[in-house]
C-alpha cells in the first residue's frame, strides 16, 4: 500500500512541476518565407516522462502572434485538462508561432499565401516528426491573426479542424473578405468548428444596434464583424459554427475569455464526469459509460479518443486503495484493453491482484509487464513473489 501512496503523489507532482515551466524555445527555417521562424512550444505534462507510461499523442493548437497569449493559454491548457483531474478541455500541444520584425501584416494579410504553404508544407511536417501529435488541429488568431484564421477556413478549410477568431480584423483592404465570402460559404465544412469572438471597440455611447452608422475605427471594425455573422447565418454548409459579443472587453482584453470560450466550444463533450468513479454504482454502469463517452468523443475529432492511460491508471489506485475492488479492476482492465502496448497497465493489474491476494495472476500479470520492458520496481516485485 506504501507504494500506491508514493505513486499517487508521483502523478500529482506531474503538474504542480510544470507549473514553473512556461514551455521551451523552438525554431524552423522556412525557405517559403526566407527566414528563420522562431516557436514556443508547450507538451504536456506526461509527455517527457516514459517511466512509467507510453508516449501519448496531443491534439494541436497552431497560435498566431505566439508570445502574446502563450503563457495565458499553458495556464489554461494545465488547469482544464491536467491539474487535479479536470478534463474539460484534453491535453494538448501548443505551438506559439512568433513574428519576426515588421513581417506581421506581410504575412497574414498582404501574403497569406505563403504563410499557409509555410504552415502545410514546412511547420506541419516540422511539428509532426519532432512531437507526439493527435490528427487535430486547432487554429487561433487574435485580430489581424483572426482575419488570417477567417480567410483560411474559407480558403483553406481542411488545414485545421478547428478556428478561433477573437476580434478579427474583418475591414482590412476595405473588408475585401466579405466581398468573397458568399461563394466560398457554399463550401461543404462539415466537422469544422469556428468561434467568432467580438469585443466593445465602439464609443462607450453606442451599440452593436447603431454601428453601421458609427464611422469611426471601432465602428467599421464591428460592422465588419457582424456583416460575417450575417452571412454565415445564411449559408446551410454543415459548418459548426458560434460567435459570442463580449460588451465589457475591448480590442486588447477580449482574446483571453475568447479562447477560453472558443475551446469550450470546440470540445463541449470533453469533461468527464469523474465523481462517478468513486461511487457504489456497479462497476459495469461505469465502464459503459466510459467507452460510450470516448466513442462521442472520437466522433466529433474524427479519430479514436482514448481514455489517458496516466488517468484510468490514478482511478484504478485509488478505488483499489478504498477497497472498490470490482471498479478498481475495471480501471487496470480498461488500461489493458485501451493500451495493450504498455508495460505499465499490467504491472498495475499485478498490483492489484497482489492486494486481493490472488499473487499467481500477480505473478503473471508482473511477468508480461517485464516482457514488455524492464524495470527494476516490476522485477524486484516478481522475484519477492517467487521466493
Same mark, same amino acid.
Given at each position: 500500500?506504501?507504494?500506491?501512496?508514493?505513486f499517487?503523489?508521483?502523478?500529482?507532482?506531474?503538474?504542480?512541476?510544470?507549473?514553473v515551466?512556461?514551455?521551451?524555445?523552438?525554431?524552423?527555417?522556412?525557405?517559403?518565407?526566407?527566414?528563420?521562424?522562431?516557436?514556443?512550444?508547450?507538451?504536456?505534462?506526461?509527455?517527457?516522462?516514459?517511466?512509467?507510461f507510453?508516449?501519448?499523442?496531443?491534439?494541436?493548437?497552431?497560435?498566431?502572434?505566439?508570445?502574446?497569449?502563450?503563457a495565458?493559454l499553458?495556464?489554461?491548457?494545465?488547469?482544464?485538462a491536467?491539474?487535479?483531474?479536470n478534463?474539460v478541455?484534453?491535453?494538448?500541444i501548443?505551438?506559439?508561432?512568433?513574428?519576426?520584425?515588421?513581417?506581421?501584416?506581410?504575412?497574414?494579410?498582404?501574403?497569406?499565401?505563403?504563410?499557409?504553404?509555410?504552415f502545410e508544407?514546412?511547420?506541419?511536417?516540422?511539428?509532426?516528426?519532432?512531437?507526439?501529435?493527435a490528427p487535430?488541429?486547432?487554429?487561433?488568431g487574435?485580430?489581424?491573426?483572426?482575419?488570417?484564421?477567417?480567410?483560411?477556413?474559407? +480558403? #483553406?478549410?481542411?488545414? /485545421?479542424? !478547428?478556428?478561433?477568431?477573437?476580434?478579427?480584423? *474583418? $475591414?482590412?483592404?476595405?473588408?475585401?473578405?466579405?466581398?468573397?465570402?458568399?461563394p466560398?460559404?457554399?463550401?461543404?465544412?462539415?466537422?469544422?468548428?469556428?468561434?467568432?469572438?467580438?469585443?466593445h471597440?465602439l464609443?462607450p455611447?453606442?451599440d452593436?444596434?447603431?454601428v453601421?452608422?458609427?464611422?469611426?475605427?471601432?465602428?467599421?471594425?464591428?460592422?465588419?464583424i457582424?456583416?460575417?455573422?450575417?452571412?454565415?447565418?445564411?449559408?446551410k454548409?454543415?459548418?459548426?459554427w458560434?460567435?459570442?459579443?463580449y460588451?465589457?472587453?475591448? +480590442? #486588447?482584453s477580449?482574446? /483571453?475569455? !475568447?479562447?477560453?470560450?472558443?475551446?469550450?466550444? *470546440? $470540445?463541449?463533450?470533453?469533461?468527464?464526469?469523474?465523481?462517478?468513479?468513486?461511487?457504489?454504482?456497479?462497476?459495469?454502469?461505469?465502464?459503459n459509460?466510459?467507452?460510450?463517452h470516448?466513442?462521442?468523443?472520437?466522433?466529433?475529432?474524427g479519430?479514436?479518443?482514448?481514455?489517458?492511460?496516466w488517468?484510468?491508471?490514478?482511478?484504478?489506485?485509488?478505488?483499489?486503495?478504498?477497497k472498490?475492488?470490482?471498479?478498481?479492476e475495471?480501471?487496470f482492465?480498461?488500461n489493458i484493453?485501451?493500451?495493450?502496448?504498455?508495460?505499465?497497465?499490467y504491472?498495475?493489474?499485478?498490483? /492489484?491482484?497482489?492486494?486481493?491476494?490472488?499473487?499467481?495472476?500477480?505473478?503473471?500479470?508482473?511477468?508480461?509487464?517485464?516482457?514488455?520492458?524492464?524495470?527494476?520496481?516490476?522485477?524486484g516485485?516478481?522475484?519477492k513473489?517467487?521466493?
Amino acid at each position: 500500500m506504501k507504494r500506491l501512496i508514493l505513486f499517487l503523489c508521483l502523478i500529482q507532482s506531474f503538474a504542480h512541476a510544470q507549473l514553473v515551466s512556461f514551455g521551451q524555445q523552438d525554431s524552423i527555417y522556412s525557405t517559403i518565407l526566407k527566414e528563420n521562424r522562431p516557436l514556443w512550444i508547450y507538451t504536456p505534462t506526461p509527455i517527457d516522462d516514459t517511466a512509467y507510461f507510453q508516449r501519448a499523442a496531443y491534439p494541436v493548437i497552431y497560435l498566431l502572434d505566439g508570445n502574446s497569449q502563450f503563457a495565458s493559454l499553458q495556464t489554461m491548457i494545465q488547469s482544464l485538462a491536467v491539474n487535479e483531474g479536470n478534463s474539460v478541455f484534453p491535453q494538448m500541444i501548443i505551438v506559439g508561432i512568433l513574428n519576426t520584425p515588421g513581417n506581421r501584416t506581410k504575412n497574414m494579410a498582404e501574403q497569406p499565401a505563403d504563410l499557409t504553404s509555410f504552415f502545410e508544407k514546412e511547420l506541419f511536417p516540422y511539428i509532426e516528426k519532432k512531437y507526439p501529435t493527435a490528427p487535430y488541429r486547432v487554429l487561433i488568431g487574435h485580430s489581424l491573426g483572426g482575419w488570417y484564421a477567417t480567410n483560411t477556413l474559407f +480558403h #483553406h478549410k481542411d488545414l /485545421f479542424n !478547428a478556428y478561433i477568431a477573437s476580434d478579427p480584423s *474583418i $475591414f482590412y483592404n476595405n473588408s475585401a473578405i466579405l466581398k468573397e465570402a458568399a461563394p466560398l460559404l457554399q463550401q461543404d465544412f462539415s466537422h469544422k468548428n469556428y468561434f467568432l469572438a467580438i469585443a466593445h471597440t465602439l464609443n462607450p455611447a453606442l451599440d452593436t444596434a447603431v454601428v453601421h452608422g458609427d464611422t469611426t475605427m471601432g465602428g467599421r471594425h464591428t460592422s465588419a464583424i457582424l456583416d460575417l455573422t450575417t452571412l454565415l447565418k445564411k449559408n446551410k454548409n454543415h459548418l459548426r459554427w458560434d460567435y459570442k459579443y463580449y460588451p465589457d472587453d475591448d +480590442h #486588447h482584453s477580449v482574446p /483571453f475569455i !475568447a479562447i477560453y470560450d472558443g475551446l469550450r466550444f *470546440i $470540445f463541449p463533450h470533453y469533461r468527464f464526469p469523474t465523481y462517478l468513479y468513486f461511487d457504489d454504482s456497479p462497476a459495469d454502469s461505469l465502464k459503459n459509460l466510459v467507452i460510450d463517452h470516448y466513442k462521442v468523443l472520437s466522433q466529433d475529432m474524427g479519430y479514436e479518443v482514448r481514455p489517458p492511460e496516466w488517468f484510468l491508471n490514478q482511478m484504478g489506485y485509488w478505488n483499489l486503495m478504498d477497497k472498490r475492488y470490482a471498479k478498481s479492476e475495471l480501471c487496470f482492465q480498461m488500461n489493458i484493453d485501451y493500451h495493450p502496448g504498455s508495460y505499465n497497465v499490467y504491472d498495475s493489474m499485478g498490483d /492489484f491482484y497482489k492486494e486481493t491476494n490472488n499473487l499467481p495472476k500477480a505473478i503473471l500479470a508482473w511477468k508480461k509487464a517485464l516482457s514488455l520492458r524492464e524495470n527494476a520496481g516490476t522485477r524486484g516485485k516478481l522475484e519477492k513473489a517467487l521466493h
